[in-house]
Nanobody, 112 residues
Framework: QVQLVESGGGLVQPGGSLRLSCAAS????????MKWYRQAPGKERELVAS????????MYRDSVKGRFTISRDNPKGTVYLQMNSLKPEDTAVYYC?????WGQGTQVTVSS
């Protein structure tokens, strides 16, 4: 069955960095577009970044452009989200997704 397992979240001070990972299995990862979403308390889930199957095309929401980088390692079946210059407003549960499948999420908290 399809599994998406996120890791790498935690508590970080403003201006700090985190690297999220999402290990995928149960589907053909190498031909799948992968996405990172986030959901803050009381807010709707929002798309943060996406990456094409071969990694040649990426997309970011405006609020994270220049700070976040999405990447993937197809042989490892893993997608990453490098987050730099983190802000309190980046606090959310971060989910990776492919098609209609979702991971369980990993909490990112940016606070001093």
């Amino acid at each position: 069955q399809v599994q998406l397992v996120e890791s790498g979240g935690g508590l970080v001070q403003p201006g700090g960095s985190l690297r999220l990972s999402c290990a995928a299995s149960g589907f053909i990862f190498s031909i799948s577009t992968m996405k990172w979403y986030r959901q803050a308390p009381g807010k709707e889930r929002e798309l943060v970044a996406s990456i094409s199957s071969n990694g040649g095309s990426t997309m970011y929401r405006d609020s994270v452009k220049g700070r976040f980088t999405i990447s993937r390692d197809n042989p490892k079946g893993t997608v990453y989200l490098q987050m730099n210059s983190l802000k309190p407003e980046d606090t959310a549960v971060y989910y990776c997704s492919s098609a209609n499948y979702w991971g369980q999420g990993t909490q990112v908290t940016v606070s001093s």
